[in-house]
């Protein structure tokens, strides 16, 4: 470990790495080749609205095994729908397979 990195491993604290990313679900730009002048016309079906969001977050622990958290969640546009991720979010994915931790180690 590195000079002053160790402050985890002396309290046995987790490590957690956060990421998110999101994806359109609008098809890609059609093209094709076509003569010069005679523009080709090409159909790309699907409406395309929405968006996926996906987050991920890794534990680690020395003497423990790694753990992974995982969602997704698929925005269509709708009023009562969140676009993406918030705070809250977050919190509820690793507070809630935390507490089963603490359920399981005792």
């Known amino acids: 470990m590195a000079a ?6 002396e ?4 490590i957690v790495f ?3 990313a999101g994806q ?3 098809p890609p730009r059609a093209k094709t080749w076509g003569r010069r002048g005679c523009t080709p016309v090409v159909r790309v079906r699907g409406r395309g609205s929405g968006r996926v969001s996906m987050v991920g977050m890794t534990c680690y622990k020395p003497g423990e ?5 995982y969602a997704v969640r698929e925005y ?4 009562d729908q969140p676009e993406g991720f918030g705070w809250r979010d977050f919190r509820d994915l690793i507070v809630g397979p935390a507490s089963s931790w603490v359920a399981r180690s005792c």
Do not use: Q
Request: hydrophobic share 30%.
């Open 65 to 69: 095994r790694s753990r992974l958290f």
């Open 4 to 9: 002053g990195k160790s402050i985890a491993a």
């Open 11 to 14: 309290r046995g604290a987790w």
């Open 24 to 26: 359109s679900m609008t």
């Open 18 to 20: 956060e990421d998110e």
């Open 76 to 79: 269509t546009g709708r009023k």
